[in-house]
């Protein structure tokens, strides 16, 4: 029944009530009695045939109870306890995670950053349960008891390892919406910054002690030429050999500086080209051999030619990698080494490797994880006299991130090392586009 109509019914029962009940009643009372039936009417039919604008706004509004009423609160992929409106809007558009928090700390609303964030949030679920860090989690419990804003800064414990700075407020409860105690929480990522700051720190201190020690030998055997060895055709020959050793020192170490630099602006761009990456090594295998020659060392190339083998590459970065690895075989391999390389598909299949392996002493276990950083060496004084700069792991690990690869290192003291190289290998649609 259309509610309308059941109210002007309702109007004309209440009347021919009304004057029944009062037939010797004065007419305007039989009128003040009808319009009192008529309100209680109105109010009967009000709560039996809501409006459909406001059961719409219920619903789009409040899509389930109070979560701190109790935990029947369905999930929802985005939240549902704001409702429509600027605000709801400005939220959801904020490039940053926003996430309101409740009492009990039950996730109560978070928006679309949140989401892609931490693809394992859902309302209703804990917040501790989703980011598992003690630091945020005793920030926003004690923000949740005594209402004082903090900020606090926290790492995922993940694969990724971000670092975020959460500021954390708490609301009072809303009497209008039944909102209870909230906490609301917006992040800010900060790995970047961290990771440039800390970045740029140990390039000054690295770079600038690593240009230091030649630079003073240069500047040491100028000042000696120019007085005690001014006329001594034997010593200014020996020095000006030292100095041009410590120049070409330096060369080397900013045209790596300027590789690595130039790799890690362009890290987050695929590759594009499908390549065939024996086909690479084999090349550069041949361009070392040479340098092995003049040391006495020996090069054993033992690849299979896997035909229609490829993986989406840069040719020039991966010919870099190799080099590197087999210039670093051939310098720390010892005397008269003996290097080899060789390939190998993944176990899983769907990637490819090529692995250069050497007959040197080997490295201590311990050391093996810091190999890629910058500037590290196991041993500084070998890798400085063979002209090395402490950059090329570090520049080879750059490269194989960017295509998606990996570098994986064994090796046991006594008994050589092994670098192997893992690619992904380069789809059909890939190879195609």
């Known amino acids: 029944m259309d509610k309308w109509l059941y109210i002007v019914l309702s109007l004309i029962a209440a009347s021919v009530l009304a004057a029944v009940a009062t037939l010797e009643v004065a007419p305007p009372l039989i009128f003040v009695a009808a319009l009192l039936i008529a309100a209680g009417a109105w109010t009967f039919a009000d709560r039996m045939f809501p409006d459909e604008s406001g059961a719409e706004e219920n619903v789009e509004g409040n899509s389930g109870e109070d979560e701190s009423e109790g935990d029947s609160v369905e999930p929802e992929t985005t939240g549902t306890y704001f409702a429509p409106g600027f605000a709801r809007t400005l939220i959801e558009n904020i490039p940053g995670p926003v996430m309101a928090v409740s009492e009990k700390g039950r996730v109560t609303y978070y928006n679309a950053a949140a989401g892609h964030e931490f693809p394992q949030l859902k309302n209703a679920n804990h917040f501790a349960n989703v980011i598992r860090a003690p630091a945020f989690v005793a920030a926003v419990t004690e923000t949740l008891k005594d209402g004082v804003a903090r900020s606090t800064r926290f790492t995922t414990f993940d694969s990724t390892g971000k670092l975020f700075l959460a500021n954390i407020n708490r609301t009072d409860p809303d009497e209008e919406s039944d909102f209870g105690t909230q906490a609301v929480i917006q992040l800010e990522d900060y790995t970047l910054v961290e990771r440039t700051e800390r970045q740029r720190s140990d390039f000054i201190a690295n770079a600038s002690h690593e240009l230091r020690t030649p630079l003073a030998s240069i500047i040491g055997y100028i000042e000696t030429l120019q007085n005690h060895a001014r006329d001594d055709p034997e010593a200014q020959e020996r020095f000006l050999a030292i100095m041009a050793r410590q120049a070409e020192r330096m060369q080397r170490l900013v045209d790596d500086l300027m590789s690595l630099g130039r790799i890690e602006m362009n890290q987050h761009v695929k590759p594009r080209e499908a390549l065939d990456p024996i086909s690479i090594m084999s090349d550069c295998a041949s361009a070392m051999l040479p340098l092995a020659e003049q040391d006495g060392a020996k090069i054993e190339v033992d690849l299979d030619p896997l035909m229609g083998i490829e993986v989406m590459g840069d040719r020039d970065q991966l010919s870099q990698v190799f080099t590197n690895l087999l210039d670093n075989a051939l310098k720390y391999g010892g005397e008269a080494s003996q ?71 064994a090796s046991e003291e006594g008994r050589g090392s092994r670098f192997t190289v893992w690619l992904p290998l380069a789809n059909r649609k890939e190879s195609a586009a």
């Open 339 to 409: 290097v080899k390389v060789s390939s190998a598909m993944g176990a899983s299949g769907g990637k490819i490797g090529i692995t250069v392996a050497d007959s040197g002493p080997g490295i201590p276990r311990d050391k093996i994880p810091r190999l890629t950083e910058r500037f590290y060496r196991v041993n500084v004084n070998q890798s400085r006299n063979r002209g090395g700069t402490g950059l090329g792991l570090a520049i080879v690990k750059h490269i194989l991130t960017r295509h998606g690869g990996r570098l994986e290192i």
